[in-house]
């Protein structure tokens, strides 16, 4: 892992930052399900949602580059829930993105814990260097912020795998819900400080 340097995500990386995320993620069944499809499309669809997300509600974003490349992206976010009373108001035609996101969006916040916390996510590793150890260099980065803070971290995945390598870093399922018949977990981390 000499070859991979990481880095905090500046202004002029957040584009290429998205770009890597949404290549990361394209294939994710719930990004399927609401993008309904993992073309090109889909995939620009996804980076400018995260593109916005970057630019909107940054946080700290974690780089790791090989060479001057981005190859994998974290961001952590200090958060503190609210209370979502209800879903989108009307019901829109199934094939409108804008309101399978707002679905999908409000479920999330459902199970997000309402004290203060870590938000853990986006973070995505192309899947070129995916099994290289750059997701686990991600991982005890922000286990290391998250600890120095004495704080709780949560994330929500919908990939069978995810869940197994986040428990490796002391997460636990706290509750399941399913989005478009994709089964998607909520986990959280206790304090290890």
Same mark, same amino acid.
């Given at each position: 892992?000499?070859?991979?340097? *990481?880095?905090? *995500?500046?202004? /002029?990386?957040?584009?290429?930052?998205?770009?890597?995320?949404?290549?990361?993620?394209? /294939?994710?069944?719930?990004?399927?399900?609401?993008?309904?499809? #993992?073309?090109?499309?889909?995939?620009?669809?996804?980076?400018? *949602?995260?593109? /916005?997300?970057?630019?909107?509600?940054?946080? @700290?974003?974690?780089?790791?580059?090989?060479?001057?490349?981005?190859?994998?992206?974290?961001?952590?976010? %200090?958060?503190?829930? %609210?209370?979502?009373?209800?879903?989108?108001?009307? %019901?829109?035609?199934? #094939?409108?993105?804008? =309101?399978?996101? %707002?679905?999908?969006?409000?479920? =999330?916040?459902?199970?997000?814990?309402? +004290? !203060?916390? =870590?938000?853990?996510?986006?973070?995505?590793?192309?899947? +070129?260097? !995916?099994?290289?150890? @750059?997701?686990?260099?991600?991982?005890? &980065?922000?286990?290391?912020?998250?600890?120095?803070?004495?704080?709780?971290?949560?994330?929500?995945?919908?990939?069978?795998? #995810?869940?197994?390598?986040?428990?490796?870093?002391?997460?636990?399922?706290? +509750?399941?819900?399913?989005?478009?018949?994709?089964?998607? &977990?909520? *986990?959280?981390?206790?304090?290890?400080?």
């Amino acid at each position: 892992m000499c070859n991979f340097q *990481m880095s905090f *995500m500046e202004k /002029n990386d957040i584009q290429e930052s998205a770009r890597v995320l949404s290549v990361a993620m394209l /294939n994710n069944p719930l990004h399927v399900a609401v993008f309904q499809g #993992n073309g090109e499309n889909e995939r620009i669809e996804i980076e400018k *949602m995260f593109s /916005n997300l970057l630019i909107e509600l940054p946080g @700290i974003v974690f780089l790791v580059k090989e060479k001057q490349n981005i190859i994998g992206v974290m961001r952590m976010k %200090s958060w503190e829930g %609210s209370k979502v009373t209800d879903g989108p108001k009307e %019901s829109k035609d199934e #094939n409108d993105i804008g =309101w399978r996101k %707002s679905i999908w969006h409000t479920e =999330w916040a459902r199970h997000e814990p309402l +004290s !203060q916390h =870590w938000h853990l996510g986006p973070i995505g590793v192309l899947p +070129s260097h !995916q099994g290289s150890g @750059i997701g686990s260099m991600l991982m005890k &980065r922000f286990c290391r912020e998250v600890d120095a803070c004495f704080a709780k971290a949560y994330l929500e995945t919908d990939l069978d795998k #995810n869940v197994r390598f986040y428990e490796k870093f002391g997460f636990k399922v706290v +509750s399941e819900s399913e989005i478009f018949d994709v089964k998607n &977990r909520y *986990m959280v981390r206790d304090s290890r400080a």
